[in-house]
């Protein structure tokens, strides 16, 4: 591990945060007292977590089972909370292929829970930036596990509300599908102010001040980083209400307390 790729534990990190969100272990006290912060704004944050994992659940299960996806890059991974992206895919199809990917250290520390898949597929983790799509789409880890002329599911939950335009969010996304072959899809979470301006205003106050930049983008700025993709029925809509289990969102939970879009979309 360079210098670099040590863990700082006296700053806060997005996939510790979540962590913290999720009751999980793999977090430091600067990480708590930021995730605090944003659940005295928005005590919902926390239910919010877990819908945002229980709607990559639920993508995944489409893509595998209904769409036949065998093949998935899934860039800023977070800390492993199972079950994940592999287990949920290798339990409908054990041939499935996933490669993680992720810029925080103590990740790359839990890379071999990442790792243990079914035997009949493969699993690969890769310690790299989403800003720097060129060194992911070559990395030795990728090229090795997955095949590029057959279609790959690119995963991005709760990832591009830190990447701002300026950074190049929209560019990045089309610089990884324009390397995916035709077949491939691309999933997306984001956090949205659409239904309550001023209580994302405060929690990205909040987010932003310890933690890290980001950007809340609305539906419209949302549906751009499909662009020349088909989207999937229903489109993007608020991550809850993507092809609920049973047919129906939950009703107690409304639009504003879960203010996340999420979308699945094929490259023709």
């Excluded at 926390?46 to 990559?56: K, Y």
């Excluded at 029925?233 to 289990?245: L, N």
């Amino acid at each position: 591990m360079t210098a670099k790729d040590e863990i700082d534990a006296s700053r806060p990190h997005p996939a510790r945060v979540y962590d913290y969100w999720l009751n999980g272990e793999s977090h430091y006290e600067a990480d708590a007292v930021a995730a605090e912060r944003v659940v005295r704004v928005w005590p919902g944050v926390v239910m919010g977590a877990r819908l945002n994992r229980e709607f990559m659940h639920r993508v995944t299960r489409w893509l595998v089972g209904e769409a036949g996806v065998r093949q998935f890059l899934d860039i800023g991974t977070g800390i492993p909370t199972e079950p994940n992206l592999h287990q949920v895919a290798q339990a409908i199809a054990p041939e499935t292929r996933v490669v993680y990917s992720d810029n925080d250290p103590i990740v790359l520390r839990h890379a071999k829970k990442l790792l243990a898949g079914a035997p009949e597929g493969r699993t690969a983790y890769l310690h790299a930036d989403f800003t720097e799509p060129g060194a992911i789409l070559d990395a030795p880890e990728l090229r090795e596990t997955l095949d590029l002329n057959r279609p790959v599911a690119l995963s991005l939950i709760a990832l591009l509300h830190f990447i701002t335009d300026e950074r190049g969010a929209y560019e990045i996304v089309r610089s990884l599908m324009d390397a995916l072959p035709s077949g491939s899809y691309l999933v997306v979470s984001h956090a949205t102010a659409d239904f309550d301006p001023d209580l994302l205003t405060r929690v990205a106050e909040a987010y932003q001040s310890t933690v890290a930049e980001g950007q809340i983008r609305s539906s419209s700025e949302v549906n751009r980083f499909f662009d020349g993709l088909e989207l999937v029925d229903p489109g993007v809509v608020v991550a809850h209400r993507w092809r609920p289990e049973g047919g129906e969102a939950q009703p107690d939970i409304t639009d504003a307390e879960f203010p996340v879009y999420g979308g699945v979309a094929r490259k023709p």
